[in-house]
């Protein structure tokens, strides 16, 4: 099965550009997983057949949001967080935004394994969101994710807005502290394949140089000044089934472009 991760800043922009069909018509993934879509169901003229698909926008209209695609019709959805989960963390930032309104999260059960796509939010500049990222929603995130594999294994995708380590953008010295590259971010992915996760493209690729997103300045995608911050990961039960996992940089529409991997599941 080929999974797919994509952040398409605007699921309505890339389809009137033609590249989110030009996209599916070329790489055919059997589930893909979306963010920042900013819209709803029905927003956008997207007809997929053969696919089911499945929308968590923001409550905020053209504001965040994630959707799932997927040829094998899921077992059951979740959007967001369950209520008695979340019930246990607080997602508010110092504006009383609630992250757990903004469409961030959507898990989708299939017969032996769940598929979870987040839209983790941003530090922002001022680095004013790092706190409700740092202290409640990284570790509420970890917390579902380990909660699902009590159940099943998880593969878990989307925009984490962190690069791991130094290897992971192009320019970390003057990006250290910032965000996306600060301590704290850093610690919380790290959290995960502390807890068992498996960064499945470092995998099969080190070093550095391989990036998902790049900034829409300084023509940076073409100098490929950019920063890995779309992930696949996997529960370590996982690993040995995992055939592939690539970063699609030649896949234009979005600042941030695909990234896949391959299992050999039934």
Not at 31 to 52: F, M, N, P, S
Not at 77 to 104: M, Q
Not at 206 to 217: K, P, V
């Amino acid at each position: 099965m080929k999974f797919y991760s994509w952040n398409v800043n605007g699921i309505r922009a890339v389809v009137k550009k033609g590249t989110f069909q030009e996209f599916i018509k070329r790489h055919k993934p059997d589930v893909l997983c979306l963010q920042e879509t900013k819209a709803e169901r029905g927003q956008a003229e997207i007809d997929l057949a053969g696919y089911h698909e499945y929308w968590n926008s923001a409550v905020k209209k053209g504001y965040s949001g994630t959707a799932i695609f997927s040829k094998r019709e899921p077992l059951d959805v979740i959007n967001g967080f369950p209520k008695e989960f979340a019930k246990k963390f607080s997602f508010a930032d110092e504006l009383k935004r609630d992250a757990n309104e903004e469409g961030r999260v959507i898990t989708a059960e299939f017969d032996k394994f769940f598929v979870v796509t987040v839209y983790t939010p941003n530090a922002k500049d001022d680095l004013s969101r790092l706190p409700l990222r740092h202290k409640h929603w990284d570790p509420a995130f970890l917390s579902y994710l380990k909660l699902l594999e009590k159940n099943k294994p998880v593969l878990f995708c989307g925009d984490l807005n962190v690069a791991h380590t130094e290897l992971d953008l192009a320019n970390p010295k003057p990006n250290r502290g910032k965000k996306g590259f600060t301590e704290e971010e850093r610690e919380g992915f790290q959290n995960f394949l502390d807890a068992g996760f498996v960064d499945t493209f470092r995998m099969f690729t080190e070093g550095n140089g391989h990036y998902s997103w790049w900034s829409n300045f300084s023509n940076a995608r073409a100098r490929n000044v950019g920063w890995r911050i779309d992930y696949w990961l996997v529960s370590e039960k996982l690993r040995k089934l995992v055939k592939k996992a690539e970063i699609h940089s030649d896949v234009m529409g979005s600042d941030h472009c695909p990234v896949s991997v391959t299992l050999a599941l039934d």
